[in-house]
């Protein structure tokens, strides 16, 4: 088992991992043609840092994450903008709620914090179903975090569901991970935002 940086090859098992371990999630329901341009654009982007975790040729789990979250939603989208465009268009008649959720959730932040965005996110972290409590997770963590750091970034940061989710809670929190502020996401998804000093 061991861990690299994510390719464009990668994709269709990224995407297969992340259907797999969101399967109630938004991003998964707007289905697998978008989440494969979704890390598509991820991995080829030159300020982002993807991980996957190999085992005998297979990848067991991933990481997305970018070195700086503020704009980062929108200088994606304009690094992409025409594959953006036709995605959106097909949408607007397709799922028109859906678009307009995807433009609300642009950004993730408190109404009652400032918040300057001022490190790098980790957008995503899954591990495949039976691969699960191995320490697959923790080491994808702290990969992209060494990373991260190499990059000379500072702080990490990462949201994740307030409710019925204190297994992933713990699991940050026991890596190093503290919660900076607690956000509702549109249209009423509570959220943490976790942050950690590299």
Same mark, same amino acid.
């Given at each position: ?41 991820? &991995? ?14 297979? &990848? ?139």
């Amino acid at each position: 088992m061991y861990t690299r940086k994510s390719v464009s090859q990668d994709v269709d098992q990224i995407v297969q991992i992340h259907c797999d371990a969101f399967k109630d999630f938004f991003l998964t329901s707007l289905g697998a043609e978008f989440l494969k341009f979704y890390y598509s654009s991820f &991995i080829k982007n030159k300020e982002t840092v993807c991980m996957v975790e190999v085992e005998n040729d297979a &990848i067991i789990g991933f990481s997305a994450a970018t070195v700086k979250s503020r704009g980062f939603n929108t200088r994606l989208i304009k690094s992409n903008l025409y594959d953006f465009f036709v995605w959106s268009l097909r949408m607007l008649f397709v799922n028109p709620k859906a678009l307009m959720r995807l433009a609300k959730n642009l950004t993730k932040k408190s109404n009652v914090i400032e918040d300057k965005e001022d490190y790098a996110e980790l957008f995503s972290i899954a591990v495949s179903s039976n691969h699960q409590n191995k320490g697959v997770g923790k080491k994808l963590l702290k990969e992209t975090e060494c990373e991260l750091k190499m990059k000379d970034v500072q702080n990490i940061s990462l949201t994740t569901d307030y409710y019925n989710n204190e297994a992933t809670v713990a699991f940050y929190k026991t890596m190093g991970y503290d919660v900076l502020y607690d956000f509702v996401s549109y249209p009423s998804r509570r959220m943490y935002r976790f942050i950690k000093e590299l």
